[in-house]
């Protein structure tokens, strides 16, 4: 019997996968409505992305299939959502991040920036989550934390051997960069990133020090997740909202752009990153602000110990090489044309130059991201770098360019790519079908409510639902319902799926949560219950900071206090009776 249990249980997710369709049959037979054909479709997608007894992006793929059999949408139509231009945006700055990867330019950054901030135990966690934060604005929030984690654990482990050698007499700290154990362990990530952790345990730590570690680790990988809430590119859930507010509301007028978003989301990533310092500070190291801001005894020593790491580590890399001050360069201007394209408050580059016969920009932020990109194959990496070749003598080789069709090919995240397209056309199916219609009309006696509840409320549930699931499939299935929820009660619809979108970046509880949580977990001597009692309050303070900025400086950039005239569609009560509109904060 228990031999028949394990073969089940070692076969459930192809059980799942083949019985689970089949199970949610009765729904569209009984029920022969296109509404309950786009419902079974989306329900059979969640579960399967909940289970994930699919990879993601195979998941994200059956709206092929599915939308064009029962009748919901042409398979030409669907297939176009799967490289719209929300995903040719995506795909350009993952490029441009692969290029600051693949030369090291993020490390000097990171390397540069503690330098400059110092390493007292205060300052140092807060440089720490200062420099991840940044760089996970613009490259993955996974290869910035596999970055910083070793480089702060190599900080940690000379300061406290700093104090060590302070306490036993000993004047000759050691400054070698190195592992503490020779045996380690691979722990594959869902991205398929390997990150190599000690599979013997650390030399025994006084309390003191294990807490400065389990802080410096939470603060790295809390850091990485919250960094990617303030650029459009620097998190999947944020690209999902842009994609689907074009989608859902055509006539948007580009509402949601870099420029904008970063108006509203880059004052809460400060005052969210900042709260969460203060928090792990006084959580971890108490209250005692002399000694952790390093002016008790012997804190000059360990300071020395780890400034000296740092330069050692800085000055492995050499002097910047003309790849890395051309993507440097290069990557400014990429940042300067997306502000400057369309910013809303005076007239840019797209609206003077590139206007259409209405006044809108027909260049958009997935333009410049792939122009951007396309000149990094040309520029090469060397000048001059002419070389011979070594297989044929008199030969002569030119450099590769700064990024090839190879490197993009190995570090490119395809899943994602296909993942955004899938909840695309999962989102354009849910209008097509009517199911958000439909859900919009059952959702109409919310408008009782106070608005400013009702984004808390949504907030709190997207936020305890992203510690279960990916971010990306969580915003992919609620920001459909929420916009037709928005339009059913006379709210902007923006005042909804924006918070609902940081909220989605919220996962700080579990390390299964994100890879970010994942690699830390590795690194840290970390238990479930460190990580779920820091992240349990930090929650709950993103929370408050996200409510803080959808009813404040939010309203002013996408005007919340009004129901615009592009969210009228499907929606005659509003066109009835306009003073039913609700405002936030009423």
């Not at 992305?49 to 939308?67: G, K």
Request: with cysteine; hydrophobic share 50%.
């Amino acid at each position: 019997m228990a031999t028949s249990w394990q073969s089940l249980w070692a076969y459930r997710f192809y059980l799942i996968v083949l019985c689970l369709p089949i199970f949610l049959l009765p729904l569209p037979i009984i029920v022969q409505t296109k509404e309950a054909y786009g419902a079974y479709s989306i329900i059979l997608m969640a579960l399967l992305w909940c289970i994930e007894a699919l990879p993601l992006a195979v998941t994200a793929l059956f709206p092929i299939i599915l939308f064009p059999l029962m009748g919901i949408m042409d398979a030409a139509e669907v297939c176009i959502e799967y490289f719209n231009d929300t995903n040719v945006l995506s795909f350009g700055g993952l490029m441009v991040a692969i290029a600051i990867e693949h030369w090291n330019l993020h490390k000097r950054i990171a390397l540069r920036v503690l330098l400059i901030i110092g390493v007292r135990p205060a300052l140092l966690l807060l440089g720490f989550m200062l420099v991840t934060a940044f760089l996970s604005m613009w490259v993955s929030n996974t290869a910035t934390t596999a970055m910083m984690l070793p480089i702060g654990h190599a900080v940690l482990e000379q300061l406290q051997g700093s104090q060590k050698n302070v306490e036993e007499g000993s004047d000759n700290p050691s400054f070698e960069l190195q592992e503490t154990s020779s045996q380690k362990e691979v722990i594959k990530l869902d991205n398929g990133q390997a990150v190599s952790a000690s599979s013997e345990p650390r030399t025994q730590k006084s309390e003191e020090q294990s807490h400065f570690s389990q802080a410096l680790s939470l603060c790295i990988c809390y850091s990485a997740s919250i960094g990617g809430i303030a650029t459009l590119t620097g998190t999947t859930p944020n690209l999902v909202l842009q994609g689907q507010v074009n989608s859902l509301f055509p006539q948007n007028g580009n509402v949601v752009n870099f420029a904008s978003w970063f108006g509203f989301a880059f004052p809460t990533m400060i005052i969210l990153l900042l709260l969460a310092w203060i928090w792990l500070l006084v959580l971890f190291l108490g209250f005692n602000f002399r000694k952790n801001f390093g002016f008790g005894e012997g804190e000059e020593e360990k300071k020395q110990a780890a400034l000296q790491v740092i330069k050692t580590q800085h000055k492995l890399l050499g002097p910047m090489s003309f790849a890395e001050v051309t993507v440097t360069v290069l990557f400014i201007i990429l940042v300067v044309l997306w502000f400057t394209r369309e910013p809303g408050f005076f007239p840019g580059w797209g609206d003077t130059l590139f206007a259409n016969k209405n006044g809108k920009s027909m260049a958009s932020d997935g333009t410049v991201a792939v122009f951007i990109s396309l000149i990094m194959f040309i520029i090469p990496s060397k000048i001059p770098g002419l070389t011979q070749d070594p297989q044929k003598p008199g030969k002569l080789n030119a450099p590769p360019a700064i990024l090839t069709w190879k490197t993009v090919n190995d570090k490119m995240p395809w899943n994602i790519l296909i993942l955004l397209g899938g909840g695309f056309a999962l989102a354009k199916g849910s209008e097509k079908s009517g199911l958000s219609e439909w859900l919009g009309d059952k959702l109409t006696p919310l408008q009782h409510i106070p608005p400013p509840a009702t984004a808390v409320i949504l907030c709190l549930f997207t936020a305890i639902f992203t510690e279960c699931t990916s971010n990306v499939a969580t915003t992919t299935l609620l920001l459909p319902i929420l916009a037709s929820m928005a339009q059913a009660i006379c709210l902007h619809p923006l005042y909804v799926m924006l918070p609902c979108t940081l909220a989605a970046s919220l996962a700080f509880m579990l390390p299964v949560a994100t890879p970010p949580n994942a690699i830390a977990f590795s690194f840290g001597g970390l238990k479930v219950s460190d990580m779920a009692r820091a992240g349990f309050l930090l929650n709950i303070i993103g929370v408050l900071a996200i409510t803080l900025s959808i009813n404040s400086w939010s309203i002013s950039i996408f005007n919340l206090d009004t129901f615009p005239s592009w969210a009228y569609s499907n929606t005659s009560q509003c066109l009835l009776n306009p003073s039913n509109s609700t405002k936030p904060g009423l």
